[in-house]
């Protein structure tokens, strides 16, 4: 789909609604709160709510993160999903989703990521923001996401599923707070006078071996265009964006499995490079 799709519509749009009945949401959703409880993976839910009822996957990743908002957990940003075209040919999808950043997510530059966590873990390299301004007003166009952030810098998405062997549709990615895991952020801020996101280019290394390229085009066509994208969508579900937050704004180039005792190394033009070292 062109990038162009994905800019925000002028006028009233109405949030998508769902014929999934409340127990059937339940049903999904605990399928996934015990996956991530017991780190075990289950199977996908499409089977109870489809493979493209976005309204329920998305009511589905809500009681998800009840559970997490329950247990303690706090939100601090947001993810979006399957921005590039490598990753939606990865995973098989055809547009981007938006999941939720909890506070027990972030993990500093060069930190060892707790792989008691993690299931399935795959890596990707991307531009993430941290917003100074709350974007739950207005256009919301380019030109007010611009304004909003504070600083940019980049970004190790940990990716991970709760559906046995990566089987994903859409829908159960979407349920599954967009396949989210955990994210290390790089220690070089820069404002947006310094670097422009559109024009990065991207490699990640596994161990020494490159294993990824991209350049910032990929992401729907400009980051900040995806973070507009997702501005959009967070007002239309109740939860606007708000100043403070982390936003991961989608991969640069594919995403890649990556197996413990090894240390992945991501560099951004402008925005230098970030590490996470996985425990053997």
């Known amino acids: 789909m062109s ?12 949030r998508p609604r769902s014929q999934a009945d409340a127990a059937t949401v ?5 399928r996934l709160v015990r996956a991530l409880a017991t780190t075990t993976p289950c199977e996908p839910v499409r089977d109870l709510i489809g493979r493209t009822d976005v ?7 809500g009681h998800l993160n009840a559970s997490r908002a329950a247990a303690g957990a706090r939100v601090v940003g947001r993810k979006i999903g399957a921005t590039s075209e490598a990753v939606q040919t ?7 989703d938006f999941g939720v950043l909890f506070d027990d997510m972030g993990l500093d530059d060069g930190a060892r ?14 531009v993430a923001f941290v917003l100074a301004e709350d974007l739950d007003d207005g256009p919301l166009d380019l030109a007010q996401v611009r304004a909003a952030v504070d600083h940019a810098v980049a970004a190790i998405e940990i990716v991970d599923s709760r559906i046995r062997d990566w089987d994903i549709s859409f829908a159960d990615t979407v349920a599954d707070n967009a396949s989210s895991g955990l994210y290390v952020l790089g220690s070089r801020r820069c404002t947006l ?5 559109v024009g990065v280019t991207m490699s990640m ?7 990824s390229t991209g350049i910032g085009a990929a992401c729907l066509g400009d980051p900040l265009r995806a973070v507009a994208w997702l501005a959009h969508q967070a007002r239309l579900f109740g939860e606007p964006l708000r100043a403070g937050q982390v936003v991961l704004s989608g991969a640069l180039g594919p995403m890649r499995p990556v197996a413990p005792g090894s240390t992945v190394v991501a560099e951004i033009s402008g925005l230098g490079s970030v590490t996470a070292h996985f425990p053997g």
Request: hydrophobic share 40%.
């Open 3 to 14: 990038p162009d799709a994905y800019d925000v519509p002028a006028g009233r749009v109405e």
């Open 26 to 30: 339940t049903a999904a959703g605990e």
């Open 55 to 61: 309204a329920a996957a998305y009511l589905v990743q």
């Open 90 to 96: 990865q995973l098989g999808v055809d547009q981007p």
């Open 113 to 126: 990521v707790p792989a008691g966590r993690l299931l399935q873990p795959r890596v990707e390299a991307e």
């Open 193 to 197: 006078a310094e670097v422009e996101p």
């Open 205 to 211: 290394r596994i161990d020494d071996v490159e294993v």
